[in-house]
C-alpha cells in the first residue's frame, strides 16, 4: 500500500541563524574561488619529445670534415686472457704485463669488442666490415638503433677475409645487404675463396656471394674520397680505409692496428693470429705515425667501443710508443 501522506516541503522550512551561515560560508567560498580559477594560466602543452640521441646503445656518431663515421658495435665475446693472444712475443710477456697492469687494464676475464664502421660521405652509405653474423652479432640490431636501414646501405667493404668481419654478409642464407655493391682486395678475397678446404663462413659469405664482389687493388677509390689503403701483415692482403683529408680525415685500421694498449705502446709487438708478424708491426709503426703526423681521426676493429679518437705519440719520435685518446662521449 502506497503512502498517500503529503511529504514535507523542504524548501519551505525556515533558514536558521546556523544553517544561514552555512550558506553564507559555502557562497563565499565559492566565489573567493572564482576569480582564482580565472587567473590560473592556460594549461601548458607537453614539451615536444626530444630529438633521438646523436649517440646511444651500442652506436656512435662521429662528424669528421663533411663526412659523419657511425662506429657500430658488432658486440662482445668473452676473452679469457689478453696474453699472450694480444701481445705474442714471447720474449716480452713480462713488460707486455707490466704495462696492462700500469693501465688498469684487466689480464683476465674480459671482453673483446668487434666495431663495424658505416661512413656517410658525398650522399654515399659505405659500410666497412659486418661483424660476425648469426646469433652471436649485433650489427643488425645496433643499425636499427643508430636509425640506420641496412636496406640504405649501398657499399659494403671487407677489410679481410676472417670470420667476425665477413660472417654479417649473410643473415638465414640470404645478402645482408642485397642493394649494396660488394668490395674486397683481390688477393685478400682470392687467398680465402681458392683454399683447398674453405671453411664454412668463407663458404656462405664469400664464395656463395661471388657474384656481388668487386675486386679492387690497394690504393683503389671505393667511393669518391674514400681509399682503400695496403696494410699487410694481419694478413697478407688486408686493406684498411682511409676517408677525407688532413685534419679532416680518418683512418678505418680494421685489424691492422692491433690491440688498442700493446700494439701502440710497444714497437715491434704482434698479436698471435698475424699471418706475418713482423711484418705487421711495421704495418702498424706506419699507420701510427701517418695518424699522428696528419692529425687522423682513427677507429679500429677490436678497440674498445665507442673505439675512436685520435693518437698520440709517447717518448722520442723514433723510439717511443703511441697512446689511443678516445673521442669525448656526445650524447646529442
Same mark, same amino acid.
Given at each position: 500500500?502506497?503512502?498517500?501522506?503529503?511529504?514535507?516541503?523542504?524548501?519551505?522550512?525556515?533558514? $536558521?541563524?546556523?544553517?544561514?551561515?552555512? /550558506?553564507?560560508?559555502?557562497?563565499? *567560498?565559492?566565489?573567493?574561488?572564482?576569480?582564482?580559477?580565472?587567473?590560473?594560466?592556460?594549461?601548458?602543452?607537453?614539451?615536444?619529445?626530444?630529438?633521438?640521441?646523436?649517440?646511444?646503445?651500442?652506436?656512435?656518431?662521429?662528424?669528421?670534415?663533411?663526412?659523419?663515421?657511425?662506429?657500430?658495435?658488432?658486440?662482445?665475446?668473452?676473452?679469457?686472457?689478453?696474453?699472450?693472444?694480444?701481445?705474442?712475443?714471447?720474449?716480452?710477456?713480462?713488460?707486455?704485463?707490466?704495462?696492462?697492469?700500469?693501465? %688498469?687494464?684487466?689480464?683476465?676475464?674480459t671482453v673483446n669488442h668487434f666495431n663495424p664502421v658505416v *661512413?656517410?660521405? =658525398?650522399? %654515399?652509405?659505405?659500410?666497412?666490415?659486418?661483424?660476425?653474423? =648469426?646469433?652471436?652479432?649485433?650489427?643488425?640490431?645496433?643499425?636499427?638503433?643508430?636509425?640506420?636501414?641496412?636496406?640504405?646501405?649501398?657499399?659494403?667493404?671487407?677489410?679481410?677475409?676472417?670470420?667476425?668481419?665477413?660472417?654479417? /654478409?649473410?643473415?638465414?642464407?640470404?645478402?645482408?645487404?642485397?642493394?649494396?655493391?660488394?668490395?674486397?682486395?683481390?688477393?685478400?678475397?682470392?687467398?680465402?675463396?681458392?683454399?683447398?678446404?674453405?671453411?664454412?663462413?668463407?663458404?656462405? $659469405?664469400?664464395?656463395?656471394? %661471388?657474384?656481388?664482389?668487386?675486386?679492387?687493388?690497394?690504393?683503389?677509390?671505393?667511393?669518391?674520397?674514400?681509399?682503400?689503403? +695496403?696494410?699487410?701483415?694481419?694478413?697478407?692482403?688486408?686493406?684498411?680505409?682511409?676517408?677525407?683529408?688532413?685534419?679532416?680525415?680518418?683512418?678505418?685500421?680494421?685489424?691492422?692496428?692491433?690491440?688498442?694498449?700493446?700494439?701502440?705502446?710497444?714497437?715491434?709487438?704482434?698479436?698471435?693470429?698475424?699471418?706475418?708478424?713482423?711484418?705487421?708491426?711495421?704495418?702498424?709503426?706506419?699507420?701510427? $705515425?701517418? +695518424?699522428?703526423?696528419?692529425?687522423?681521426?682513427?677507429?679500429?676493429?677490436?678497440?674498445?667501443?665507442?673505439?675512436?679518437?685520435? /693518437?698520440?705519440?709517447?717518448?722520442?719520435?723514433? *723510439?717511443?710508443?703511441?697512446?689511443?685518446?678516445?673521442?669525448?662521449?656526445?650524447?646529442?
Open positions: 500500500m502506497s503512502d498517500a501522506s503529503p511529504k514535507p516541503d523542504v524548501s519551505a522550512r525556515p533558514v $536558521n541563524r546556523r544553517d544561514a551561515l552555512r /550558506l553564507l560560508g559555502t557562497a563565499g *567560498l565559492m566565489a573567493a574561488a572564482t576569480p582564482l580559477a580565472r587567473a590560473q594560466p592556460a594549461p601548458v602543452p607537453p614539451a615536444p619529445a626530444p630529438a633521438a640521441s646523436l649517440n646511444g646503445n651500442g652506436f656512435y656518431r662521429q662528424r669528421i670534415g663533411e663526412m659523419t663515421a657511425t662506429v657500430v658495435s658488432d658486440g662482445t665475446a668473452p676473452l679469457a686472457a689478453v696474453l699472450p693472444t694480444w701481445g705474442a712475443n714471447p720474449d716480452r710477456q713480462d713488460e707486455f704485463a707490466a704495462t696492462l697492469a700500469e693501465y %688498469r687494464v684487466p689480464a683476465t676475464n *661512413l656517410e660521405v =658525398g650522399g %654515399r652509405r659505405v659500410l666497412i666490415d659486418t661483424g660476425r653474423g =648469426g646469433a652471436a652479432g649485433q650489427l643488425l640490431a645496433n643499425l636499427g638503433r643508430a636509425g640506420i636501414d641496412p636496406a640504405s646501405i649501398d657499399t659494403v667493404f671487407i677489410t679481410h677475409g676472417h670470420g667476425d668481419h665477413i660472417g654479417g /654478409l649473410t643473415t638465414n642464407g640470404q645478402p645482408t645487404f642485397p642493394g649494396a655493391r660488394h668490395m674486397m682486395g683481390a688477393a685478400e678475397f682470392q687467398f680465402w675463396t681458392t683454399q683447398q678446404s674453405p671453411n664454412a663462413a668463407v663458404q656462405a $659469405n664469400l664464395i656463395g656471394l %661471388r657474384d656481388r664482389f668487386t675486386l679492387i687493388q690497394p690504393g683503389a677509390e671505393i667511393v669518391s674520397g674514400v681509399t682503400a689503403v +695496403a696494410t699487410p701483415g694481419h694478413t697478407l692482403g688486408h686493406l684498411s680505409v682511409r676517408a677525407g683529408s688532413g685534419s679532416a680525415g680518418l683512418l678505418v685500421f680494421g685489424d691492422a692496428a692491433g690491440h688498442f694498449l700493446l700494439s701502440l705502446r710497444h714497437r715491434g709487438a704482434y698479436i698471435s693470429f698475424d699471418t706475418d708478424g713482423a711484418l705487421a708491426a711495421r704495418t702498424r709503426q706506419r699507420l701510427f $705515425n701517418e +695518424a699522428v703526423e696528419e692529425g687522423l681521426w682513427v677507429t679500429g676493429y677490436h678497440f674498445p667501443f665507442h673505439a675512436i679518437g685520435h /693518437l698520440r705519440r709517447q717518448g722520442l719520435r723514433l *723510439l717511443g710508443g703511441y697512446e689511443f685518446e678516445p673521442a669525448l662521449w656526445q650524447w646529442e
